[in-house]
């Protein structure tokens, strides 16, 4: 499991290998869950599949797996700036990172959007504190 998760580089794929992993390693659910940044119940259904199709079903399953995606409304360039502010911390969530790419370049992603694209720029990228949407007022 580890050397599929070194040479994994796809990273949804990679984090759902390394959520196993370390489930395999005895680590609790809670604790994998909390490590990789990844819901509860979502960790849940991954092993719901790992335990009934194995993990060639887990891996299959990622979001978009056989499509290519659409092209970033954002440059290469625009692209390198997000990055580089989120890396700063100048964001508390992905909805104020939204807010910011609409009010600088007029360009309207969606929070799912938005977050797919930094992830898909930058893998490393410590998104796990603004994963969460804001609270219903």
């Known amino acids: 499991m580890k050397q599929l998760y070194q040479r994994e580089r796809r990273p949804q794929r990679r ?14 659910l809670t604790g994998v869950s909390e490590m990789v940044c990844v819901p509860y119940r979502v960790l849940q259904r991954w092993v719901a599949w790992y335990r009934h199709a ?9 979001t978009g797996h056989q499509a ?5 409304y954002l ?5 390198r700036a997000l990055v580089a502010r989120v890396e700063r911390g ?6 104020e990172v939204v807010a910011w ?13 938005l977050y797919s694209l ?5 893998p490393k990228l410590n998104l796990c504190g603004l994963y969460s949407p804001p609270l219903a007022a």
């Open 15 to 28: 984090i759902r290998l390394l959520a196993l992993w370390h489930l395999r390693q005895g680590k609790t």
């Open 118 to 122: 930094m992830q898909r720029h930058d």
């Open 101 to 113: 790419v609409k009010d600088r370049w007029g360009i309207a992603y969606s929070y799912k959007g």
């Open 75 to 79: 440059t290469p360039t625009q692209q």
């Open 54 to 62: 194995g993990l060639s079903e887990v891996l299959r399953r990622v």
């Open 90 to 95: 100048d964001f508390k969530t992905v909805w």
């Open 68 to 72: 290519r995606g659409v092209e970033p």
